[in-house]
């Protein structure tokens, strides 16, 4: 039987908690192997290119828009771990209410950093992951940057439960820097070189064993092909997931006690 | 830089088309180990869960369809390796058309085995997949689906070239059984025991690796966690990816004359 990513019962503790973000790194290796799948196809991010009737924008923003539409009348936006690209003129869920575990401070809702992520997605991941050229499938290029975005924007915005359960761990750290309003002293609080090193060189070895080409004889063992460049997942790591993380925990702290 | 999975310009030779399929046997084992995140969450499979105007049907059905119009605006079915789940009343393209190269027999265009692959997956695959419950990611477990399905469907339905490119390295050998519209023999000429069998065990040891914890310390060697049964991949090969494959394939040749 197969082990489920969310935690049973939408329990949240600091160890349900970091399990959870260790199982997300899996499914943004993953990601990020599918979307090596295909060249640039740069055509899927050009303004110009697709004359979308009553649509202004790339390619990629109707896909993802319009995905996020179908998702959001499925329910996804129920589930406090989602946040979408483009909420603005969303249709409502026609399921059922679901009793997703509220453990958040309301102010969680306000925020949503997913423009950054954006960016950095295609100025800083895309040039370094993927083959120059263009084969074609922009949709399926589109569909794919919009998994690998969910993917990391769920890790990202993460960030507010790993807030919320240490802020429960010990609020008398935490009070005295939101009341202040002390951004600077709540990122020291929160940031753990040594863990951060930790989960870089993780998410290395994860690229590295996921993203081979594995093959019946030991050959590959030996000159072994890979899908895309470890150290790009280990590099988007350190240079923007990690920091963006921290950031929504230091905007969520900062709300906590409103 | 990152391997591309279509071939550069698009040139189908039985090496190719060979190396295509092997590669979608990795997207496929990262799809199963995807939707294996989730439990089963039947609510997304039951055909009155959801009141959704104007449609009747399942959740997951809504979110293939809906998700497939999106995309086929966006240009994925230009591609003759994609077939839909719900071809009927699709939108038209949206983008420019890119000059896939055009190989096949048009007779392969009303070839579309989809039904027969949305039953196997929902009937056979499903049960021994993923865990029992639920956890209310009924959106993201649909979505996850489509992904699963498409990848498997664009493996099924590559038998096209499968059979294109065999059926060129030697078509005194098909041309006869063609004619006569002799299904056995030409099963018979398709099949190998041998290959057959080698695919299998490859997807079962691709599903370990891939499926696999990775942690730091060596610990994870030892007592292997695992995302999914491996062998749920390889019997699903067994029981009817490869022949709903041949199944293709056989089709093809015998409109390859027309």
Redesign the interface.
């Known amino acids: 039987?197969?082990?489920?990513?969310?935690n049973?019962g939408?329990v949240y503790t600091l160890e349900s908690v970091r399990k959870g973000l260790v199982?997300q790194e899996?499914?943004i290796v993953?990601g990020l192997?599918?979307r090596?799948?295909?060249?640039l196809n740069s055509?899927t991010y050009e303004e110009n290119?697709?004359?979308?009737?009553g649509f202004c924008g790339s390619?990629v923003e109707?896909?993802v828009q319009?995905?996020e539409a179908?998702?959001?009348?499925?329910?996804?936006y129920?589930?406090p771990e989602?946040n979408a690209f483009f909420p603005e003129h969303f249709p409502l869920s026609?399921?059922?209410s679901?009793?997703?575990t509220q453990i958040l401070h309301p102010g969680a809702a306000s925020i949503n950093i997913n423009k950054s992520i954006w960016k950095k997605y295609f100025d800083e991941l895309l040039p370094i992951?993927?083959?120059?050229?263009g084969?074609?499938?922009?949709?399926?290029t589109?569909?794919s940057d919009l998994?690998l975005l969910q993917a990391i924007s769920r890790r990202i915005h993460y960030g507010k439960f790993v807030a919320e359960v240490k802020f429960r761990e010990s609020p008398q750290d935490y009070e005295p820097l939101i009341r202040a309003k002390d951004r600077e002293g709540l990122m020291k609080l929160l940031t753990f070189e040594s863990v951060e090193e930790?989960v870089r060189?993780?998410v290395e070895?994860?690229a590295m064993?996921?993203g081979?080409d594995?093959?019946?004889n030991g050959d590959d063992e030996k000159k072994v092909?890979?899908?895309?460049?470890p150290s790009v997942a280990s590099r988007s790591y350190q240079k923007w997931i990690i920091p963006l993380t921290k950031e929504v925990q230091v905007e969520y702290l900062l709300r906590r006690l409103d």
Chains 1, 2 share one sequence.
């Open positions: 039987m197969a082990q489920a990513e969310s049973p939408n199982r899996d499914t993953y192997i599918d090596a799948r295909f060249p055509h290119y697709s004359k979308i009737p390619l109707f896909v319009n995905t179908v998702q959001a009348k499925a329910g996804r129920q589930n989602e026609i399921v059922p679901y009793p997703f992951l993927v083959a120059s050229g084969d074609g499938n922009y949709a399926q589109a569909a998994s930790m060189k993780r070895k994860k064993v996921f081979q594995v093959g019946l092909k890979r899908k895309f460049d």
